[in-house]
């Protein structure tokens, strides 16, 4: 049985906000990866896990998006994004349904060109065009670039999206599974918990700010012989002004932030949750190397 499991890691690539974290929630079936409409959601290389049984393993790294990079916090995001293309064995590009290719996805399509791993075209959000405009979107796409395979799909909606494991597992090389059948993430819980307290920050707080917050779990413990888990996180800002926006009118923000990740956090933990949320200032965090390795984003990370 174990000689026909085929296992392999797969990287989902595009510019931010394509869909990534959407689509790679929807193929595990959990929330994992944190989604907003608002850039560099996603920081780290997040690794969850897809398993069929009798077929194999897919491991998927949802890195944040390829663009240009404006501060340290963003050559490290990028720097991980680009490192990733070389070390799996499928990469998914997605892109958006469009005849016009931009100079995000032209900066992609130079960073492609260079690997030789076989990619996946994914055009996302088809359930914001017409049916008819989708096969001269193939077409603009493949003028560019020899794709292994080229999916239309939506993955908000969950259509045409149950196709792509299948097409996956055709480029996997035959071995044994990375993890039991029961893992989806390898990700710690704390710092899913963080990300999920970020993602909730990102929804609540205006535009200019998320791109400046960090999140930290301080503890993260057990109450003895009860069903209740004790949480204290800070909020890491740049700027005193953001500090009051984030707790708001007599901590009105503050406490919506940690409601609403409270609920997700006792879904994901499956227990009680008692959160108790504070935010400190810590200027320009995003330019401090230091701070950064302090905060989880370190480079040398594999």
């Known amino acids: 049985m174990e000689a026909n499991l085929k296992s392999g890691f797969v990287t989902l690539v595009g510019r931010p906000n394509v869909g990534k974290s959407t689509l790679m929630n ?41 663009h240009k990079a404006k501060n340290k916090l963003g050559e490290y995001m990028v720097n991980v994004a680009e490192r990733t293309l070389n070390e799996v064995d499928v990469i998914l590009w997605l892109v958006e349904p469009s005849n016009f290719i931009g100079a995000g996805e032209r900066h992609i399509l130079e960073k492609l060109k260079k690997t030789s791993t076989p990619v996946i075209l994914i055009i ?4 914001t065009v017409k049916k008819e405009e989708i096969l001269e979107f193939i077409d603009t796409y493949r003028k560019q670039y020899d794709f292994a395979e080229v999916v239309p799909l939506s993955a908000l909606r969950g259509e045409n999206t149950e196709i792509l494991p299948e097409l996956i ?30 993602e909730k920050s990102l929804h609540a707080l205006d ?74 200032v810590k200027k320009d965090w995003r330019d401090s190397d230091f701070l950064l390795k302090n905060f989880g984003y370190r480079e040398n990370e594999k």
């Not at 989604?35 to 560099?40: C, D, E, G, R, Y």
């Not at 996302?124 to 359930?127: L, S």
């Not at 800002?237 to 500090?243: A, G, I, L, T, V």
């Open 26 to 66: 929807r193929l595990i079936g959990q929330k994992i990866a944190i989604t907003s409409k608002k850039p560099q959601t996603t920081r780290n290389r997040i690794q969850t896990v897809y398993t069929e049984e009798g077929k194999g393993q897919i491991v998927f790294l949802d890195t944040p998006g390829i």
């Open 124 to 127: 996302n959000k088809t359930d």
């Open 169 to 198: 597992f055709k480029y996997l090389p035959y071995g044994p599974m990375f993890y039991d059948g029961n893992t989806i993430t390898d990700q710690p819980e704390r710092q899913i918990v963080a990300e999920i307290i970020r």
């Open 207 to 280: 535009q200019e700010i998320p791109h400046g917050i960090a999140v930290t779990i301080e503890r993260m413990k057990d109450r003895k012989n009860q069903d209740i888990m004790d949480i204290d996180a800070t909020i890491i800002c740049e700027r005193d002004s953001h500090k009051g926006i984030i707790i708001g009118k007599g901590g009105s923000m503050l406490k919506k932030i940690g409601t609403n990740a409270r609920f997700e956090i006792e879904r994901l933990l499956d227990c009680k949750v008692n959160l108790k949320l504070w935010v400190k």
